[in-house]
């Protein structure tokens, strides 16, 4: 949560920070060729972020399988953005996550992908039912400690738009 909120704070991230938030600098660098922006320093919170809060895996080559296991409400997040991408190539995902009272919603942009699905519940919550670009899709449900996720596949074509109703 507190990495989130410095790099959103500056729409970019450091490689490193000081205990009171304050980005690193030129000034301070041990190494005359790192950049403050360098993302080397700052990589193990990249991935924290990137893999675990926004939980985007790339399981295949170019996003073509991957898991998808947002886990915003961890965080006290009800509303989200999240991508991931190779610059090279082109290929990547996005998606737009929201909690409202009684569902979750996730809209996803990615090329043909297959997806295995993990999301994180409200606390107190059960999945009653998952929609697909409207159809129903079966779904079983999991817990990690005291946390329920609803754990279901899909094949994107391009994107899909995903309702859990809790």
Do not use: N, Q
């Amino acid at each position: 949560r507190r990495y989130f909120a410095l790099a959103s704070a500056r729409g970019e991230t450091y490689l490193w920070y000081f205990p009171d938030g304050t980005p690193g600098g030129v000034d301070e660098s041990t190494s005359p060729e790192a950049l403050p922006t360098d993302g080397w320093g700052s990589s193990a919170m990249l991935w924290a972020l990137v893999e675990g809060l926004a939980g985007i895996v790339d399981e295949g080559r170019g996003f073509d399988r991957m898991a998808l296991s947002p886990r915003w409400l961890a965080a006290g997040v009800e509303e989200a953005e999240a991508s991931a991408a190779y610059a090279a190539c082109g290929k990547g995902v996005a998606y737009r996550f929201r909690s409202s009272a009684g569902r979750v919603d996730i809209d996803v942009e990615a090329g043909r992908a297959d997806v295995r699905f993990h999301v994180l519940l409200p606390a107190g919550a059960a999945a009653d039912r998952v929609r697909v670009d409207g159809a129903d899709t079966a779904f079983t449900e999991s817990r990690v400690e005291l946390s329920r996720y609803a754990d279901f596949p899909a094949r994107l074509g391009g994107g899909a738009k995903v309702r859990i109703d809790l």
